[in-house]
């Protein structure tokens, strides 16, 4: 089973001594699901976007009456692609990812993963995002039009326990959620962060509007932090604690 | 002409002491401009959207071959609202922000000023940002839908100088640029950032793709700085800074 999660991934990429993983976790990101494929909002959203309903983003903005009818499951939990957006953006700008020691899993609510490889350089306008990511979940793979390299993998059905194993390669996975033990970015990071250490450790940071993880991705951390006195968004989350971590691996 | 400006604005804001400032100065956000109304690519957007020409926001992911031979005038920096979205959602979900302790304007490289009121729920989803600020550049005001409150307010024609002085009250104006002088966020903060002095620093931080500050905004600065190795992303800048700031603020 390990071996198979990891055989199926065509995206490699090698980095630094002293790296981290961010996962992305039950991120609000996927395609309009079947049940509200007939919904009118969603073919006529579908029909704007010149795209099939089933190529669409699932996005409250446009398909919230559908959701809500259609009694979707965890509904508040969905239809949030412009947090995932923002959460990417965020941890793709920094130094850190830049400089090759950040490795980012996206993990959908759905159970799929989005492999990242390096120097990504991830749309900051919604219009092109959104077109990379029906293209994504369509095709599975996006290449680099310039030299054929893969930017970026879909794949489907992976166990969170399998990501943080044997995907990421983390010995330590770390939630970072408003139900965790209060703390700072600066004290997480010092404690669980090492310049030196090439078992990366794993931080977890919810990709859904709100509430906190459900047991399949709690039950897999090792330990849970609260790093703001009050609840603070996924984006804001990411760049406090990701600078902190390049204070520590880069020594600024 | 001071108190003119004052006198246009119908938004106060009472914030508390030991309070900061942001200026996004030369921000890339403005509605088409009358030199393209009449390209293709813009009529066929505003189609889509359904509104007017002259109502919809210059967009380079749409507007790109109207942009280019139009010959707009200083072209690389404008058409990027997607900019100055992520910088606003970047400051309006700080703490620092949600706690009356920062101040945020939006002034664009067309001179206008958005102010910001308190405890504004910017929207993350750039189709519901993009409906706003049409409405703004429309109307020149937002008002909540509750209680008839101030929330965005559109300014035409202000000096930055008066920006600074008289709207934003500061009297001293840091610019951070790739640039200014070698420094971190952390040191800059220290160095301007008193949690009993209420005369508020204004850090002002480019809204605009690549390249420096022109004149009008850096004559004005008392200070520049970098506070990166490589060059940073606004939104990036944004999140370090105003991190640094709470640090020293609500001594955390």
Redesign the interface.
Known sequence: MKTAIIDRSRLSRTLLVGSVALVIAEASLETVPKQILRHMSVIRHAQ?LDKKPSEVLL????HHSAMVTGRLESVWKRG?P??VH?AL??AL???LY?KNKLAVYVYTINRQVILIGANLRIP?????FEGLMMKLFKDKVIKSEQDDRILLELLDDVPFKHLIKNIARSSKSIGLSSGGVSS?AYEVVSKYIDRFDDCRCAIVIGGFPKGRFSDNISNFLDNSYSI???T??A??VI??VL?ECEKILFL?
Not at 124 to 128: I, T
């Open positions: 704007k996005d409250r903005s446009y949030r412009d947090i923002f953006v965020e700008s920094t130094p830049l900051k306008s919604y219009f092109r700072t703001g006195k009050i603070l968004e984006h804001v760049a406090r600078y600024t």
